[in-house]
């Protein structure tokens, strides 16, 4: 099970959300969406992206970190607020590898 899908079934349980309403709010069929949560597919950036709108939650609970690959894309649909979260805690990440080397 991936990070994205382990996050995904704890918020929404937490929110008293069912998985029927998440297909309906996403969009897209009960079964596509139980594929998501149990980890057998990979959600597309714009599902994460939904998710993030209908659990209320950053996009970064979604991650343990970001990989190169995947960092461009998911910074674009990052808010202000989240990206500037997102910034500072590379510069602490980076200080500290500093700090490390010297």
């Known amino acids: 099970m991936s990070r994205f899908s382990e996050m995904l079934k704890l918020v929404r349980l937490e929110r008293n959300i069912t998985q029927i309403d998440m297909h309906r709010r996403l969009g897209c069929a009960r079964q596509t969406y139980l594929d998501k949560e149990s980890g057998k597919?990979?959600?597309t950036y714009s599902?994460?992206?939904e998710c993030v709108k209908i659990l209320d939650i950053p996009v970064s609970l979604f991650f343990?970190?970001?990989s190169d690959v995947e960092e461009p894309?998911?910074?674009q649909?990052?808010?202000d607020i989240e990206l500037s979260s997102?910034?500072?805690r590379r510069l602490e990440?980076?200080?500290d590898r500093l700090k490390r080397k010297k």
Do not use: A, G
């Open 41 to 43: 597919s990979e959600p």
């Open 47 to 49: 599902e994460i992206i």
């Open 64 to 66: 343990d970190r970001f």
């Open 73 to 75: 894309k998911l910074l």
């Open 77 to 79: 649909t990052c808010t």
């Open 86 to 88: 997102e910034v500072s």
């Open 93 to 95: 990440v980076l200080r």
